[in-house]
């Protein structure tokens, strides 16, 4: 079966700092993988998907994340942080392909100080 | 621009009450979604569909029931609505790159 572990619920950063948000998949097939992004009292927005091209995505608002199958993990990473990047962010894998159910992780929510 | 739009943005309902949520997208996707998201559990996977009166249970189904009439529109029901079903309730449709979310009713059920 299919699962995503978000490696710490909470992460603070600076602003300006380098923004890394972890997360590790366990998949018996090569997997399609997301991450999205909510902000408060909002639904769920795609910032990146994998889906077998590239290993390294880059998504919208600068993120981008790379896919390293020898360490099961699909970790995004920002440059430098902006205040307007505090939200709550969150990986997800689907086994089949990009249209099916997705299984998500527990979510990762980023804090951004000035 | 992919387009889910659901009926309300926050709804309070009584124990006992039946509750509709529904959902519709304009981007005539076959798939459609309702996922649950509660603090510290993140997005569980409650109902889906593939296709104009498929249903298909996800992982955690007990207690909801769900319609899909047209292919753009995907209801989900309380047939009995209880205080553990209090949570933020997210639709979601998908071509074959992505899902889409809407902007999630957020129910209070007293």
């Known amino acids: 079966a299919q699962s995503v572990t978000q490696l710490g619920s909470h992460v603070s950063v600076s602003e300006g700092a380098l923004v890394l948000l972890r997360c590790n998949y366990s998949s018996s097939v090569p997997p399609y993988l997301f991450w999205y992004v909510q902000y408060p009292n909002q639904g769920l927005q795609l910032l990146l998907k994998y889906t077998s091209a590239a290993t390294l995505v880059k998504g919208i608002n600068g993120f981008e994340a790379e896919f390293k199958k020898s360490e099961t993990s699909f970790h995004l990473t920002k440059p430098s942080a902006h205040m307007s990047d505090a939200a709550e962010y969150f990986c997800a894998v689907s086994p089949n392909q990009a249209g099916t159910a997705l299984i998500f992780g527990k979510g990762t929510t980023l804090s951004v100080s000035s | 621009d992919v387009k889910v739009t659901q009926s309300s943005r926050y709804l309070v309902k009584r124990t006992g009450e039946k509750v509709f949520l529904e959902c519709v997208q304009d981007?005539?996707?076959?798939?459609m979604f309702w996922y649950r998201q509660d603090p510290g559990l993140g997005l569980r996977l409650i109902y889906f569909s593939y296709d104009v009166k498929m249903k298909e249970k996800g992982d955690i189904p007990e207690g909801y029931s769900v319609s899909r009439e047209k292919k753009e529109r995907f209801s989900l029901i309380l047939e009995s609505a209880s205080t553990n079903q209090t949570s933020m309730y997210l639709c979601a449709s998908s071509s074959r790159q992505a899902q889409y979310f809407g902007p999630g009713t957020r129910l209070t059920v007293t």
């Open positions: 981007m005539d996707h076959e798939n």
